[in-house]
């Protein structure tokens, strides 16, 4: 578990409290980047039912299963697309870094958000 005062995984510069932490805990995103941020986070801290939550019903997987030994250790956001707090829909581009007992790379990708009833959620992303 991460104490509220300890820097966010996402990187933000900001306290977990302050940053991710509110959205794991119910907080709508107000933005598509935010609603991003937040799940690197959650892959970065391990909460799997985070995700499934944040992922858009018509592509969200029934189950997701992570992947222990890999840990998320950076994230570095490229670009943004509209996805701002009055938006409907946008992308975020990003480069995340993970790293596991054997090997370690990085994720380039390009994901989709729409926010509907005033929450955002991931559709689905290209990798590239």
Known sequence: MVIDETR??????????ECCGPLHRGAAAPTAERLMRS???????????YLLLTWHPRTRPAALELDASQRWTRLDVLTTTSGGP???????????????????????E???????????????GVVT
């Open 8 to 17: 966010c995984p996402c990187l933000s510069g900001n306290p977990y409290g």
């Open 86 to 108: 009055f938006d409907s829909q946008g992308t975020v581009a990003f480069c995340a870094w993970w790293r596991s007992d054997d090997d370690r790379g990085t994720l380039e």
């Open 39 to 49: 799940r690197f986070s959650a892959f970065a801290l391990g909460l799997p039912e």
């Open 110 to 124: 390009t994901s989709e958000f729409v926010r509907e009833q005033g929450r955002w959620f991931y559709v689905d």
